[in-house]
């Protein structure tokens, strides 16, 4: 009897013969600290500061608001060193395409979609002309991420087809989405970078509706390729980027391959203009 009562407090000692731990005693819970272990599935991941050659926006990035002058527009700026070389970690808007490849999708613009964006009946566009578009597009940190577009539904076909070959070259974009009415009419903060189609809006500095109003024109990579008439320099703060024999990722070249793109469906390119240059334009009709 002894020897059985002897083992039995060995194993009490041990926690041995159940295969179990001994529940802790009441007054070691009360020592124990209250905050919440830590959760690898819930808990916030640190942010990722570089992949391959890009790295993560500027923590000021779109915050800068710049004073607007008699003529419309803020003045040009010279570009932050941060921005000179600009290469971003894309930071998705839409879920990317898990095999990494390309995919696309054409459809009625949800009325969700028609909601955020620049469409109002003003426009010289019906609603039923638009169609919403999904493609997979390349970031700078070179993978594979899910953009949005809203265009005129006869050129649906085409910019799925562009987009597919710009993919495949590799061409990197920084993001693509539906612009919205909130974004179209903010105070600029010069340091844009939104491929996007469709905006209601004129032409710049003139009335008439520009070829984006109607969903025929886009505007690519717009920091690496700004428009540039004058003193008048948009993005204002992409102003390194007019000198384009220093070529870095993302700026659209003549006879390059984002040009030879577009060819394929007979748009134009902004940069041909001869009063002024606009080199992140493609349209339809050449305007």
């Given at each position: 009897m002894s020897r059985l009562l002897t083992a039995l407090l060995a194993c009490g000692v041990a926690a041995a013969c159940s295969g179990t731990s001994p529940s802790p005693a009441p007054d070691a819970l009360a020592g124990r600290?209250?905050?919440?272990?830590?959760?690898?599935?819930?808990?916030?991941?640190?942010?990722?500061?570089?992949?391959?050659?890009?790295?993560?926006a500027p923590a000021?990035?779109?915050?800068?608001?710049?004073?607007v002058g008699s003529n419309g527009f803020a003045a040009a700026q010279a570009?932050?060193?941060?921005?000179?070389?600009?290469?971003?970690?894309?930071?998705?808007?839409?879920?990317?395409?898990?095999?990494?490849?390309?995919?696309?999708?054409?459809?009625?613009?949800?009325?969700?979609?028609?909601?955020?964006?620049?469409?109002?009946?003003?426009?010289?566009?019906k609603a039923t002309d638009l169609r919403y578009v999904t493609v997979s597009f390349r970031g700078f940190d070179g993978l594979a991420h899910t953009g949005e577009l809203l265009v005129n539904?006869?050129?649906a076909d085409g910019l799925v087809k562009v987009f597919g070959r710009l993919f495949a070259g590799g061409y990197p974009i920084?993001?693509?989405?539906?612009?919205?009415?909130?974004?179209?009419?903010?105070?600029?903060?010069?340091?844009?970078?939104?491929?996007?189609?469709?905006?209601?809006?004129?032409?710049?500095?003139?009335?008439?509706?520009?070829?984006?109003?109607?969903?025929?024109?886009?505007?690519?990579?717009p920091f690496q390729n700004p428009y540039h008439k004058g003193n008048v320099v948009l993005p204002e703060l992409a102003t390194s980027y007019l000198d384009r024999g220093n070529v870095r990722p993302g700026?659209?070249?003549?006879?390059?391959?984002?040009?030879?793109?577009?060819?394929t469906i007979?748009?134009?390119?902004?940069?041909?203009?001869?009063?002024?240059?606009?080199?992140?334009?493609?349209?339809a009709n050449g305007g």
């Open positions: 600290s209250s905050a919440p272990a830590t959760n690898p599935a819930t808990d916030p991941s640190p942010p990722v500061e570089r992949i391959g050659d890009a790295t993560a000021w990035l779109g915050t800068r608001v710049l004073p570009t932050p060193p941060e921005l000179r070389h600009r290469s971003i970690i894309t930071t998705d808007d839409l879920p990317p395409p898990a095999d990494g490849g390309f995919h696309s999708t054409i459809q009625a613009v949800p009325a969700s979609v028609l909601a955020r964006s620049t469409w109002t009946s003003a426009c010289p566009v539904a006869r050129a920084e993001r693509m989405r539906v612009t919205s009415a909130t974004e179209l009419n903010a105070a600029p903060t010069g340091d844009d970078n939104t491929t996007a189609v469709f905006a209601c809006r004129p032409v710049r500095g003139h009335t008439g509706w520009s070829q984006h109003a109607y969903g025929l024109a886009v505007d690519v990579d700026m659209i070249l003549p006879h390059g391959p984002v040009l030879k793109a577009f060819a007979g748009w134009k390119w902004g940069g041909d203009y001869h009063s002024l240059k606009d080199f992140m334009h493609f349209s």
